[in-house]
């Protein structure tokens, strides 16, 4: 069997290094051949112990998000990220932005930025989507947590009203307020209760339930 016919069964999914070894067992060093094969173009390193395989050998598009997911965990893409995914922000945002329970983290790599902003547990467990295919899925941000995230983990911000809090999503982050008055408020009331910066997040609620 040909070198990139063993890859191309990993699809999208990031694969570590341990299974790279069991599958070219057969060579004397397993990993030199996964060196090599990073060197042919064939593998791509994400991070230490983790790789993705080339598009033109899985036939699949590399996806960022399932990569968000697998290079440290648990995480869900969040923050602007998801943001922009669910259209509420125009501004397209080129770093990949999780959220996740353990130490903050920043991985840089020949696919980007990935970005990990610590949260706490039981807020963490909140508003979680399950998205993609089956190709690969992925956990992301509801709408209304990907904004929760982006209010309470923000620093220095200091909003004092309720028209304070509309400014801030009108005219600094040009959120589609049109989506925002949509909010399921149970996602947000529950986030109340698990997260920090209560007040902050109550003034969103309030701004959802007013229109």
């Not at 036939?59 to 399932?66: A, N, Q």
Request: aromatic fraction near 10%; include cysteine.
């Amino acid at each position: 069997m040909e070198d990139w016919e063993r890859l191309e069964i990993f699809g999208s999914v990031p694969v570590g290094t341990s299974l790279l070894k069991d599958v070219f067992s057969d060579y004397a060093s397993p990993s030199n051949k996964i060196e090599e094969m990073c060197r042919r173009g064939l593998l791509t390193r994400v991070r230490r112990g983790l790789y993705v395989v080339a598009p033109k050998i899985s036939h699949k598009p590399l996806s960022k998000f399932i990569i968000a997911n697998h290079i440290y965990g648990p995480s869900y893409v969040s923050l602007e990220t998801a943001l922009e995914y669910h259209g509420l922000i125009p501004e397209a945002v080129y770093q990949i932005r999780s959220v996740t329970p353990f130490r903050a983290k920043r991985y840089d790599s020949v696919l980007g930025r990935f970005l990990y902003f610590r949260v706490p547990e039981d807020y963490f467990q909140t508003g979680i989507l399950i998205e993609g295919d089956d190709d690969g899925r992925y956990l992301i941000a509801s709408p209304e947590k990907a904004l929760c995230d982006l209010l309470m983990l923000t620093k220095d911000l200091r909003i004092q009203s309720l028209h304070s809090m509309r400014e801030y999503l009108e005219n600094f982050m040009r959120v589609d307020m049109d989506i925002v008055f949509g909010f399921n408020t149970d996602i947000v009331e529950r986030c109340i209760e698990t997260g920090r910066k209560k007040t902050t997040l109550a003034q969103l609620l309030e701004v959802i339930k007013n229109g």
